[in-house]
């Protein structure tokens, strides 16, 4: 059985798509709108997603793209379920560079879609979940439980925003561009909101705040002892 999770604001879509894939044994989930799609992807971490193009809000093609900029999620096979009226064989093109496994077009048989399901989760599982852990020097942090450690010593739990932006800080090796951040956040989000999230995580860190360095591309956490 796999986690799907069907990002469509169509109520009708959203009725026949889940009652085929549950009975095809696998575990549905919802998302009618772009936000409340990417925001499910970061929580839910779903085997497989179908995804509409044309929604309200955040669009289908913005959340390809902080998906395939998410260390987290970028390994989450996306079917592309969509009813745009461009030429599709360009948009089909485009959308493999972002990671789309499959594109299929509005209208839809049900079946095929099904088969589509079945192919993709066997060719691309997600293998073991990633990491419980990432590590840098002495900071750690749990990606499962969002539990952040300084030298053995938990300074807390963190909401998924910061353990998704901690989790980019603690991967790398040297400073993180404020865009890099900002695409695999939340895309657009404006200079000021990260500023203040970083702050806030910082917060988090009580007395080892210093560890969260500002340089002059971005971020850097310090593992030093």
Same mark, same amino acid.
């Given at each position: 059985m796999a986690r799907i999770l069907i990002i469509e604001d169509d109520a009708d879509i959203?009725?026949?798509?889940g009652m085929a894939l549950y009975r095809?044994?696998?575990?549905?989930?919802?998302?009618f709108n772009g936000q409340e799609g990417h925001d499910k992807i970061l929580t839910l971490? !779903? =085997? $497989? #997603?179908?995804?509409? /193009?044309?929604l309200p809000g955040l669009s289908g093609a913005e959340i390809l793209k902080r998906v395939a900029a998410n260390t987290m999620v970028c390994d989450i096979p996306i079917i592309v379920v969509t009813g745009t009226?461009?030429? !599709? =064989? $360009? #948009?089909?093109?485009? /959308?493999?560079?972002?990671?789309?496994?499959?594109?299929?077009?509005k209208p839809f048989d049900v079946n095929t879609l099904l088969t589509a399901v079945h192919r993709i989760i066997t060719q691309y599982p997600r293998?073991?979940?990633?990491?419980?852990?990432?590590?840098?020097?002495?900071?750690?942090?749990?990606?499962?439980?969002?539990?952040v450690r300084v030298a053995d010593r938990v300074v807390g739990t963190v909401s998924p925003l910061k353990a998704q932006l901690l989790r980019l800080l603690i991967e790398s090796k040297g400073p993180v561009t404020r865009e890099r951040l900002m695409t695999a956040w939340e895309g657009k989000a404006s200079t000021a909101a990260l500023e203040k999230m970083i702050q806030r995580l910082r917060a988090d860190f009580g007395p080892d705040a210093r560890r969260i360095?500002?340089?002059?591309?971005?971020?850097?956490?310090l593992g030093d002892n």
């Open positions: 959203q009725q026949l798509l095809a044994g696998h575990e549905p989930h919802y998302a971490q !779903p =085997d $497989l #997603i179908t995804l509409d /193009l044309l009226d461009d030429r !599709p =064989d $360009l #948009i089909e093109e485009n /959308l493999r560079h972002l990671g789309v496994r499959e594109y299929i077009r293998h073991a979940p990633a990491p419980s852990q990432v590590v840098k020097g002495v900071v750690s942090l749990d990606t499962r439980f969002r539990t360095q500002t340089t002059p591309q971005g971020y850097e956490v």
